[in-house]
C-alpha cells in the first residue's frame, strides 16, 4: 500500500539555525512529491514539488529538497530559519495519476529567539 | 485573483444533524478536492470532482457523507446525520488541468465539530 512517513511530529530550532525536515515515502514507483505548509489559520502553501529531472528542487520562501530514490526520501531544508517559519509541514505524494494526495502527519515546527 | 473558500469556518452541531460544508474553487479550475483531518490524525483525501463528474470518491468514510457540485463550480459536502467521529477540519482544494502533478489550492478549512 502506498504510504508516507514524517518521522519527526515537533521540531524546535533556534532563529538562523538550519533545518531538516524528514520524509520517506512507500510506493510501488516514483511518485510526484510535493511539500506544502500551514501556517496557523490559513490553508496549506505549497512549498515545492518534485517530478523528475534534477533531484535537488528549490520552493518558495528558501526552502528547498532533496529526492533520493535509493532512500524514499524527500528531506525539506532550509539553511537558516526566521521566525516566520513556524508552521506545519506535510510531505504530500502522488502516485495515482489522479491527483490524489497522501499525506504525511505532519511536522510542527517551533522556533525559538 | 480570489483563493479557495469554504464557509462556514467554524461548525459546532449534536450528534444526529446535519450539516452542509461549501468549498468555492478558484475560477476555471476543473478539479475539486475534499480532504479531511480528524484531531490527531494526518490529513486524509475524501473525493475528487472534474467538473461535475466524480473522478474519485474512495475516501468517503461511508453513505453519510454526499458530496455534489453541480454545475461544475462549487461543491458541497454533507454529512447526514452527524457522528462524533465526523468531528475534524474539512478542507478543499482545487487545481487547474488534468495533470497529476498540477498544484492543489487549499482552502482555509472548515473545522466541524460534533457534540
Known sequence: AQSVTQPDIHITVSEGASLELRCNYSYGA???????????????QLLLKYFSGDTLVQGIKGFEAEFKRSQSSFNLRKPSVHWSDAAEYFCAPEGSNTGKLIFGQGTTLQVKP | EAGVTQFPSH?????GQTVTLRCDPISGHDNLYWYRRVMGKEIKFLLHFVKESKQDESGMPNNRFLAERTGGTYSTLKVQPAELEDSGVYFCASSQGLLPSNEQFFGPGTRLTVL
Open chain 2, 11 to 15: 461548525s459546532v452541531i449534536e450528534k
Open chain 1, 30 to 44: 516514483t511518485p510526484y512529491l510535493f511539500w506544502y505548509v500551514q501556517s496557523p489559520g490559513q490553508g496549506l
